[in-house]
């Protein structure tokens, strides 16, 4: 299970952190994703980070705002998003991928979504 919290709403140019607790697997052996989906959009891939934390990667429209970070010991993952855009407005959705690699697409378990909201 992965559950997300932390979303809201935020004025652009603020800063918001999700968190991602999982449960019910062994969290450290999975690379974890962070992906939004804004209204009439397709899911995006936002961001990616391998099981040890040692790799990670970014969709281009976060690279330098944005960072994914783990906790291993606390089975949760994180997403620090700083200077906020309207365009970042979205529902963020974690997720798990076997692989443990943190790649962009082919993951295996999703949470349930958290909001965020940028006002301009």
């Known amino acids: 299970q992965l559950v997300e919290s932390g979303g809201g709403l935020v004025q652009a140019g603020g800063s918001l952190r999700l968190s991602c607790a999982a449960s019910?697997?062994?969290?450290?052996?999975?690379?974890m994703g962070w992906f939004r989906q804004a209204p009439g959009k397709e899911r995006e891939f936002v961001a990616g980070?391998?099981?040890?934390?040692?790799?990670?990667n970014y969709a281009n429209s976060v690279k330098g705002r944005f960072t994914i970070f783990r906790d291993n010991n606390k089975n949760t993952v994180y997403l620090q998003m700083n200077s906020l855009k309207p365009e970042d407005a979205a529902v963020y959705y974690c997720?798990?991928?076997?692989?443990?690699?943190?790649?962009?697409?082919?993951?295996?378990?999703w949470g349930q979504g958290t909001q965020v909201t940028v006002s301009s």
């Open positions: 019910g697997l062994t969290f450290s052996n999975y690379g």
């Open positions: 980070i391998s099981w040890s934390g040692g790799r990670t």
């Open positions: 997720a798990a991928q076997i692989s443990g690699l943190g790649l962009s697409s082919g993951y295996n378990y």
